[in-house]
């Protein structure tokens, strides 16, 4: 597992937009990579700081998993990377 | 919380700026006196939203200074060029209102069914949500082994010191000062490395939990460090803060 930089953050910086989005603390979830199976918690994937959206990554492949992006008090959730999402 | 509310329902609230302490130079503790604030536990953190005159908004997250039971409460780093922090630490005034939500994060939380025995490694202002975890400790009168180990720039910068210097029942905290030192310090004077964190982490066999908070160079390091000297991955919980995100 690679070392993160210090601009990377980690789920435990989304919980708040989790929570407003799922309704229940996400930080906890366990989510499945859809590219290499690698199961996590939240709290412990990899956040990439908004730009013009929220990236949420993999820790063991990097691959893309979340994608959040807010307009106009509307949230736009991208969850394809993932092979699954389970709340605790 | 049944019968009272969406479960789970996270709203913004309006709270009033209580006390207000200066910690360093550089940081400050605000308490807040949030209405309806659901009670949050030893850990977690709140988001906080500023409300420009013409609309823009910017939102950061910040972790809860205070112990379960008692007020929210924040303590903040001044970041120069930070779009929050200045306006936190430097404008805001006991009697003003800001907008949180919280309490936010099930993952980066103690309580004492938790056990230990613990360690807490605190880079900077990581402190914080450990502070919340010590206080935790020591107001349920929980003697369960800790060690804070304890990483600032200098002697200076080290925030809830007055505290610290009075440690609760079995806990024992380790300072190293990477930038300068007082004259005649005996404690750590470098980076947390691997020699470091084999003298003062509980050896693995005790099945100790860590805590590890910090900024993401100082977590990677730490808790790397951890499962090189046996800690279990699951056992070393981790949080990160960005150099913008605080």
């Known amino acids: 597992m690679e070392a993160l930089e210090d601009s990377v953050l980690d789920g435990n910086a989304i919980g708040g ?71 605790a | 919380m049944e019968g009272t509310a969406v479960r789970g329902r996270l709203t913004w609230q309006t709270a009033m700026v209580g006390s207000v302490t200066d910690e360093t130079p550089q940081v400050r ?14 850990g977690q953190h709140l ?17 809860i200074a205070s112990a379960p039971g008692e007020p929210p409460a924040i303590t903040v780093e001044r970041l120069d060029d930070g779009e929050v922090s200045p306006y936190l630490t430097e404008e805001l005034r006991p ?8 309490p936010i994060g099930g993952y980066f939380v103690w309580d004492a069914p938790d056990g230990g025995p613990l360690l807490l490694a605190a880079g900077g202002s990581g402190v914080v949500p450990l502070r919340s975890i010590l206080r935790h400790r020591a107001r349920l009168g929980d003697t369960v082994p800790t060690r804070l180990l304890y990483s600032s720039r200098s002697l200076m910068d080290v925030i809830y010191r007055s505290e610290l210097d009075v440690p609760a029942d079995g806990l024992a905290v380790c300072y190293t000062l990477t930038r300068s030192q007082p004259a005649g310090w005996t404690g ?27 900024p993401t160079s100082f977590v990677e390091a730490v808790a790397a460090g951890l499962v090189a000297l046996g800690y279990p991955e699951q056992r070393v919980k981790t949080e990160r803060f960005g150099a913008t995100g605080s």
Not at chain 1, 29 to 52: D, F, R
Not at chain 2, 47 to 63: H, V
Not at chain 2, 194 to 206: C, F, S, Y
């Open chain 2, 29 to 42: 503790t605000l308490m807040l006196d949030v209405p309806d604030w659901a009670g949050h536990r030893a």
């Open chain 2, 95 to 102: 009697g003003d209102e800001i907008e949180v939500r919280g």
């Open chain 2, 188 to 214: 750590y004077a470098r980076r947390v490395d691997q020699p470091m964190l084999a003298e003062v982490a509980w050896p693995a066999a005790q099945a100790p939990l860590a805590y590890v908070c910090g």
């Open chain 2, 47 to 63: 988001d906080i939203r500023l409300t420009a005159e013409d609309g823009y908004q910017a939102e950061r997250s910040y972790s």
């Open chain 1, 17 to 87: 937009l989790l929570m407003s989005l799922f309704g229940t603390d996400m930080t906890t979830a366990t989510g499945i990579c859809g590219s290499c199976g690698a199961a996590s918690q939240v709290a412990e994937l990899a956040v990439y700081p908004p730009g013009l959206g929220t990236v949420v990554r993999c820790r063991s492949c990097t691959a893309v998993l979340m994608v959040f992006v807010e307009l106009r008090g509307i949230t736009c959730v991208d969850l394809e990377g993932l092979a699954s999402l389970s709340p």
